[in-house]
């Protein structure tokens, strides 16, 4: 059973400060790694992907994957109360398109 | 950028009938939509893969008699709910995979559809 795993939270971290999440996957199969926010009551929104070794920037957001490791995080720099959610960890396997999700970490930026 | 259009947003029924949701993608064609259902707090579970002319496949535990799937063109798969009974109430998502974009390209997600089931 391929399975996702990340810390619930809540994480509370202040405004401007870098938040951290974290995730750790079962299958070293996966190929394709996703990090979505999801607000309450909405679908989610894909935030970045990355697919190799190393760190990704996209503006204040940084996905860093170790796959000797099965290790995805995301860090978010300068974090606003906007970005207060839960962020889903999606992985993707090589030999199809499904993904798996982790149960989420909720996030709460502090004003 | 590429829309996936999810419809109703949200739905109440009784017991018993049946609900169908519907999903499109709407500037790209999908071979391949799938179908999640998300209780409150936990995470998307897959429900089944939906494939363009094609039977659905199921997740393990999914009762495909009761969730019937249709993929009739690349543009639109629907999901029946059919039965409905309160423990059948949940958001169910569904996302779908731009057949001309590669294989690692990111799902593009519906809006979900709420259902509750009196």
């Known amino acids: 059973q391929k399975e996702v795993e990340q810390n619930s939270g809540p994480l509370s971290v202040p405004e401007g400060a870098i938040a951290s999440l974290n995730c750790t996957y079962s299958d070293r199969g996966s190929q394709s790694f996703f ?15 990355i697919y190799s070794n190393g760190d990704k920037e ?36 090589g030999s199809n398109y499904k993904l798996t999700f982790g149960k989420g970490t909720l996030l709460t930026v502090n004003p | 950028g590429a829309v996936v ?9 009784k017991s018993g009938t049946s609900v169908k949701i519907e ?19 936990q995470s998307l579970m897959l429900m089944a893969t939906s494939n363009e002319g094609s039977k ?48 690692d390209s990111p799902l593009h997600f519906g809006n979900g559809t709420r259902l509750t089931v009196t």
């Open chain 1, 35 to 49: 990090w979505y926010r999801q607000y309450s009551g909405k679908s989610p929104e894909l935030i970045m992907f």
């Open chain 1, 58 to 93: 996209d503006g204040r957001f940084t996905a860093q994957l170790n796959k000797a490791s099965q290790y995805v995080s995301l860090l978010i720099r300068d974090s606003q109360p906007s970005d207060s959610a839960t962020y889903l960890c999606a992985v993707r396997g």
């Open chain 2, 5 to 13: 259009s999810q419809h109703p947003s949200w739905v109440i029924c």
């Open chain 2, 23 to 41: 999903c499109r993608s709407l500037d790209f064609q999908a071979t391949t939509m799938f179908w999640y259902r998300q209780f409150p707090k």
């Open chain 2, 56 to 103: 659905a496949t199921y997740e393990q535990g999914v009762e495909k008699d009761k969730f019937l799937i249709n993929h009739a063109s690349l543009t639109l798969s629907t999901l029946t709910v059919t039965s409905a009974h309160p423990e059948d109430s949940s958001f169910y998502i569904c996302s779908a995979r731009d057949r001309d974009k590669g294989k």
